[in-house]
């Protein structure tokens, strides 16, 4: 996340260009994100959109301090799939076509998309555990889901996860280790071995 921080001081003006840069460096790891907690494509698709809506209709509050960009739009992602399991469905404020054609940056080109989800699909199909670890996950409370989805599926550092989640390092650990306890006395025991 650390290329993200400041010399984007032209993100700071708060014009379209400089949100659509964001957008546009961020939009993947995002969408990912969003996908392998939800692991529906369409619905995905929605969540990163109202994630990307609600970052630029608040851009302007973003303060450029201690937590990067990045981190606040992993924020903003993590609040959107823990409401849309709440709620048990997604309601988008916006489509990401209007924001797109009212606020002037380019959405991916749909081939890229595409691509993008073919290779999703791949990645997700090449591993049966994955799909049985990530039920589990899913079962878990929010907290858990969070913070292991976060360093998993993300790759995220204790660090980054705290900075996403507004926690200190030592809750994110302590988080980190019950939720796999958990996990572990869940899963049939050649699953784990």
Known sequence: MANDEPPYTSARSNTPQAFGSLYEQHYSQIFGYVYRRILHWETAQDIAAEVFFKAYKNFWRFRWSSIPIGAWFYRIATNE??????????????????????????????????SEKANAERELQRSQDFILVQAQVRALPAKYQDVIAL??????SIREIAEILGKSKGTIKSLLSRGLEKIRKKLPLDATE
């Open 81 to 114: 799939v823990n409401m849309y399991f709440r709620v048990g469905k997604f309601k988008r404020d916006v489509s990401l076509t209007e924001l797109l054609d009212t606020e002037g940056f380019d959405a991916p080109d749909a081939r890229t998309t595409e």
């Open 151 to 156: 360093r998993y599926f993300e790759g995220k």
